[in-house]
């Protein structure tokens, strides 16, 4: 699923190409990415058309455009993927909406698996996400006290990073590439952190996606790419997610990989040894 870096580049990969075009029509290619609207895919379409596309906002790994004083919600899901083209390119597969725009473009909604979806949220263009967390590259984002929070959890220090009630847009990957880079062990427990731990763990997740930003996100198949279909090359960069047995760039220790919610974590037993509050 992607995570900030990756929602940020087509976010702003949007908001150069769709930001103050007015949406003249929509064709709904299957019904199931629109399933949320409560009157189906007919009147989904006719909802926006007319809309003026006033920003492209986010927060975390949620994605909207701002239409007045609605919010349409993209929800990307595990495979889902926003495509800038003209009307005579080629529809990729697994097209699933098509949003034409008054500058002669389409905006194109791409699902192979179909979990992800758009959603129109009246009322809601400022966030229609308020239960969702902050994230490090919010300007509003206060490090200090989400560290703080993050020690008064009673829990273990990945699960804390990924729950988006408390900091949002951290995933999977830059969990465990943060934990690296503050060398913390996945399953540390919280409340035994100390003041400097927990600010080492968010300012390393804070740096590790502004690079992957920077190199346009984290691309292991065809399934992320950004909005003219290309893919991000910070995966050359990772420390330890997916790189099992290989030796640790700090240490030369073998990475290890150990099960983790249903996922997996990737650490270095060196550079992040267990905790001796852990069993």
Known sequence: MPELPEVEVVRRGLDAHVT?????????LHPRPVRAHPVGPDAFAADLTGRRIDAVRRRGKYLWLALGDDALVIHLGMSGQLRVNAPGDAHARHTRVVVDLDDGTQLRFVDQRMFGGLELRPGMAVCPVPHIALDPFDPEFDAAATAAALRRRRTQVKRALLDQTLVSGIGNIYADEALWRAGVHYAHPTASLTPDQA???????????????????????SLYVNVNGESGYFSRSLAVYGREEQPCTRCGTPIARRAFMNRSSHYCPSCQPVAKELP
């Open 20 to 28: 103050g075009r007015r949406i003249l029509g929509t064709s709904v």
């Open 199 to 221: 600010t080492s763990v968010l300012a390393a997740a804070s740096s590790v996606m502004a690079e992957a930003l920077a190199e346009g996100g984290t691309s292991f198949d």
